[in-house]
């Protein structure tokens, strides 16, 4: 008996919490039906790099590109196969570190980023820069 009015019995409280977790495990099944979002290449890959070192590979099937840090080798091999309509033989992944820059008494940091060098297959390659 509670001071507020009548307090629920042991029985009903654990019937309608039994109730709510059955309601929440069909909420859960009906999202779980809903179809996964659209791949896209534009998520993963931020810009092709254009240096002059990667120009002078670009003879060997190499080509580089800055990613998002969350990428990994399997989303950039999907990504430049669904953008540019090559086949991917190789992706290579280094994550460039920042670096302490000083301007005076200032002293600031330079962005780190993520850079995946690709290697093609034969028979395929990607004009990054028109000629």
Known sequence: MGLFGDKKSNKEAKTVAVKKKEEKEVIKNENTSVKSRQFFG?????????????HNVSHLRQYAFNVKKTSNKDLVRKAVEHIYNVKVEKVRIINVPAKKRRMGK??????????AIVTLKKGFNIEIMPQ
């Open 42 to 54: 534009y998520d993963v890959i931020v810009f092709p790099r254009v240096t002059e070192k990667s």
């Open 106 to 115: 200032v002293v600031g940091k330079k962005a780190g980023y993520k850079k």
